[in-house]
């Protein structure tokens, strides 16, 4: 999983995933009560599913895109995609919150260390996986990693370690599957967004809740 510039090589999700593993912190609590939150979870489910549709070219090139608001060309992305145009779809730029606090908190992100970069770059920061992590545990909630099914529920984010510290990232979904009876995953793993049923298929390094910029922590 590589973002790959026309000359020098620039990595999306390679990296010592376990290095910048979020731990669990105090739930998020919200200026809106529970009841909101919970809608805000079913949207971004639907969001994620209404993804499926949509024909994508699995793409890790390295591309300048406009600031805020910018993506990569619609036919074409990875996983970290997906979840960035979930949350586009209910009005939240993934690319303008992550930026800004990468701006203000550049030394608590992996960029300087993983890919020797001395600012950060609103063109790719938001689309690495290890970037959204650190990002979700500081401006989310960071939930336990279990390998209890019911502990993971429609509207929330997983990543994963796909081997060799190759992250992953995807949004469970309110449908189940019929064989396992677990709720599904959207994710793109290299043939376009699906919802198949993944959860435990590779060794899983972080589980969040990110309701937007509206949200504060404790």
């Given at each position: 999983m590589v973002f790959?510039?026309?000359?020098?090589?620039?990595?999306?999700?390679?990296s010592i995933v376990s290095m910048f593993t979020a731990r669990p912190c105090?739930?998020?609590?919200?200026?809106?009560?529970?009841?909101?939150?919970?809608?805000f979870l079913e949207k971004l489910s639907a969001a994620a599913i209404e993804r499926t549709h949509h024909a994508v070219r699995y793409d890790p090139q390295y591309v300048r895109?406009?600031?805020?608001?910018?993506?990569?060309?619609?036919?074409?992305g990875v996983c970290s995609d997906e979840v960035i145009r979930a949350y586009r779809a209910l009005g939240i730029d993934l690319q303008k919150e992550v930026h800004e606090d990468?701006?203000?908190?550049?030394?608590?992100?992996?960029?300087?260390?993983?890919?020797?970069?001395?600012?950060?770059?609103?063109?790719?920061d938001h689309r690495r996986v290890p970037n959204l992590m650190v990002f979700f545990s500081r401006?989310?909630?960071?939930?336990?990693t279990t390998t209890r099914a019911e502990d993971y529920q429609p509207g929330e984010l997983v990543t994963w370690d796909l081997g060799g510290g190759v992250p992953?990232?995807?949004?469970?979904?309110?449908?189940?599957?019929?064989?396992?009876?677990r709720y599904m995953v959207v994710h793109n793993i290299g043939a376009g967004p699906k919802m198949e049923d993944v959860l435990f298929s590779w060794k899983i390094t972080g589980h969040y809740r990110y309701f937007g910029p509206a949200q504060r922590q404790n």
């Open positions: 790959r510039a026309r000359t020098t090589p620039v990595v999306l999700c390679l105090s739930p998020q609590t919200s200026r809106v009560g529970p009841s909101n939150q919970q809608a895109i406009p600031y805020p608001g910018g993506d990569v060309p619609a036919g074409t990468m701006v203000a908190n550049f030394s608590a992100y992996p960029n300087q260390r993983r890919w020797l970069l001395a600012h950060p770059d609103s063109n790719i401006k989310g909630s960071s939930l336990p992953h990232i995807g949004i469970v979904v309110d449908r189940k599957s019929a064989a396992s009876g």
